[in-house]
Structure formats: structure tokens, C-alpha cells
């Protein structure tokens, strides 16, 4: 069984520009939720997504946005870069009911210069 | 809301001896926890769960951890550490408030060093 599958693995952009991150979901998962992860503030959560509907969103700029489509795939856009946005963005999945575990993928790394 | 911390953000072991990661939770509901381990320029597996079955989990690769709600602790350990050991780990806290596990609290993390 395939695990969360996350593209492109690295990337680097300029400041200003946007910058558009894809993940497909362990099949079968209904739920999608995306992380920054930075060595000065850890993981923190972005989104999630279930069933294209955004179900529930972290403490972010309006910035960051994301959809889900009907496949489950989801994308997660960042615009107008800044340098702070550089980081490693982790995308998760899960049955996205009760307890059911979550899954990362390897997620993609954005450097921003 | 929820908050994890974790006591250590680097840890070092000899080759065989006992791993002892520490985890503190802050919960305002029964906490559902998690402890994810993180190889370099990898994603996060995970490694083992409580979800309120069992005080004590067992996880992969001979990991374990103990809920101990008085302490609002998990902890994580090994009895003998491996060179392949050697990463991040981060403990984490479920919110259910929307009634499912959407989104997971994450502690600072904790690097692990094995040394021969």
C-alpha cells in the first residue's frame, strides 16, 4: 500500500513569488492535513481538509490556503514568499474519523531566498 | 488547549544502554497521545499510540511508552539502544474537539545520539 506521496521534494523560490505543493493521500484516506515544520517554532499545523471541505485551519496568514479535491489529493499554495516562509511542509492523511491514526509523508522542502 | 513538552531537546546514549525520552502533556480532555520519530530529511513514522486501551504501549522497533495520568507524562523508552536509533522524536497530543483526530499538538522534539 502506497504511503502519503508529497511533490516536489525540494524546491527553492524567491521572495514575492508563490509557490504551489501537491499531496497525494494513502488510498482510501479522506483527510489531509499539512504542517510547517521550521527549527525555531517545530511543527505546526496548517489545514486540514476532508471531503474538499476545509474542516479545520491553524494559526496562519491568510497566505496559506489549500483545497482538496475529489480524489482526496490536495494542494496547499503559499503567495507572496517570505523568507520566513522556508521550511519543511509535511502532509499527513487519515481515515479522518475517530481515532484512526495519522500518516506524514516525506514532505517538501521550500527555501525561499 | 493542548500542550506537549518535552524535557531534553538533545539526549545522548551509549550502544545498548536504556533510552529514556520524557514527555509532559497538558490536556483540558482525556489526552489521546503519540510519539513520532523523525530520520533526517525524512517524515515523521509513528512509532506508537495511546488511545486510552491500555497505560502501557507498545510501539515498533522495541519502543515503549507509559501513560501516567497523575504525572501527566508519557514517556518513552528502550531498554537497549541501537546506532539505527539515532533521530528526532517528537511526542504529540490529539484534539478531538471536532470529534475526530484532525490535528496533533507537537512537542519541541527530542534529537537522539547513539554513540558506539
Known amino acids: 500500500k502506497a504511503g502519503v506521496t508529497q511533490t516536489p521534494r525540494y524546491l527553492i523560490k524567491t521572495r514575492g513569488q508563490q509557490v504551489t505543493l501537491s499531496c497525494s493521500p494513502i488510498s482510501g484516506h479522506r483527510s489531509v492535513s499539512w504542517y510547517q515544520q521550521t527549527p525555531g517554532q517545530g511543527l505546526q499545523f496548517l489545514f486540514e481538509y476532508f471531503s474538499e471541505t476545509q474542516r479545520n485551519k491553524g494559526n496562519f496568514p491568510g497566505r496559506f490556503s489549500g483545497r482538496q479535491f475529489s480524489n482526496s489529493r490536495s494542494e496547499m499554495n503559499v503567495s507572496t514568499l517570505e523568507l520566513g516562509d522556508s521550511a519543511l511542509y509535511l502532509c499527513?492523511?487519515?481515515?479522518?474519523?475517530?481515532?484512526?491514526?495519522?500518516?506524514f509523508g516525506e514532505g517538501s522542502w521550500l527555501t525561499v531566498v | 488547549a493542548q500542550s506537549v513538552t518535552q524535557l531534553g531537546s538533545h539526549v545522548s546514549v551509549s550502544e545498548g544502554a536504556l533510552v529514556l525520552l520524557r514527555c509532559n502533556y497538558s490536556s483540558s480532555v482525556p489526552p489521546y497521545l503519540f510519539w513520532y520519530v523523525q530520520y533526517p530529511n525524512q517524515g515523521l513514522q509513528l512509532l506508537l499510540k495511546?488511545?486510552?486501551?491500555?497505560?502501557l504501549v507498545k510501539g515498533i522497533n522495541g519502543f515503549e511508552a507509559e501513560f501516567k495520568k497523575s504525572e501527566t507524562s508519557f514517556h518513552l523508552t528502550k531498554p537497549s539502544a541501537h546506532m539505527s536509533d539515532a533521530a528526532e522524536y517528537f511526542c504529540?497530543?490529539?484534539?478531538?474537539?471536532?470529534?475526530?483526530?484532525?490535528?496533533?499538538?507537537f512537542g519541541k522534539g527530542t534529537l537522539l545520539t547513539v554513540n558506539p
Open positions: 495511546y488511545t486510552s486501551a491500555a497505560t
Open positions: 504529540a497530543v490529539s484534539d478531538l474537539s471536532g470529534g475526530s483526530n484532525y490535528k496533533l499538538t
Open positions: 499527513a492523511s487519515s481515515l479522518g474519523q475517530g481515532l484512526d491514526t495519522i500518516y
